[in-house]
């Protein structure tokens, strides 16, 4: 076992397409953080961005259902940071605290944590 108990040689999920980064010119692109594991078996990112192509939901809209997804098919935790082809920003999690930064439509860096 390596440091936070995770093994040597892992590959988490950022470095997986889809699983912690995923950016589609279509819907927009995504960000996860929380338990890798459980975020590889959902592919989190690429199902938060295939979430915007239902009209009926906005990027927070979205970042809510792509959590709750991965509550319910994996028991997983984590957060997600979601933008759509617009430039709308969405974000959810399920764990006790998440930070949170992005840049406005005038250029200014919006930073704080979420709390649960």
């Given at each position: 076992?390596?440091?936070?108990?995770?093994?040597?040689?892992r590959v988490g999920d950022s470095p997986?397409?889809?699983?912690g980064t995923y950016a589609d010119n279509?819907?927009?692109?995504?960000?996860?953080?929380?338990?890798?594991?459980?975020?590889?078996?959902?592919?989190?990112?690429?199902?938060?961005?295939?979430?915007?192509?239902?009209?009926?939901?906005?990027?927070?809209?979205?970042?809510?259902?792509?959590?709750?997804?991965?509550?319910?098919?994996?028991?997983?935790?984590?957060?997600?940071?979601?933008?759509?082809?617009?430039?709308?920003t969405g974000f959810a999690h399920n764990?006790?605290?998440?930070?949170?930064?992005?840049?406005?439509?005038?250029?200014?860096?919006?930073?704080?944590?979420?709390?649960?």
């Open positions: 076992m390596a440091l936070l108990s995770r093994y040597r040689g997986l397409a889809g699983c279509e819907t927009g692109g995504a960000s996860a953080t929380g338990h890798g594991e459980r975020i590889m078996q959902v592919v989190l990112a690429k199902h938060a961005t295939d979430l915007l192509r239902n009209p009926d939901l906005d990027a927070s809209q979205a970042a809510h259902a792509a959590i709750a997804h991965l509550e319910r098919r994996v028991q997983g935790y984590g957060g997600i940071i979601l933008v759509d082809r617009a430039g709308r764990t006790p605290h998440m930070a949170v930064a992005w840049l406005d439509a005038e250029g200014t860096v919006q930073s704080y944590i979420q709390p649960g």
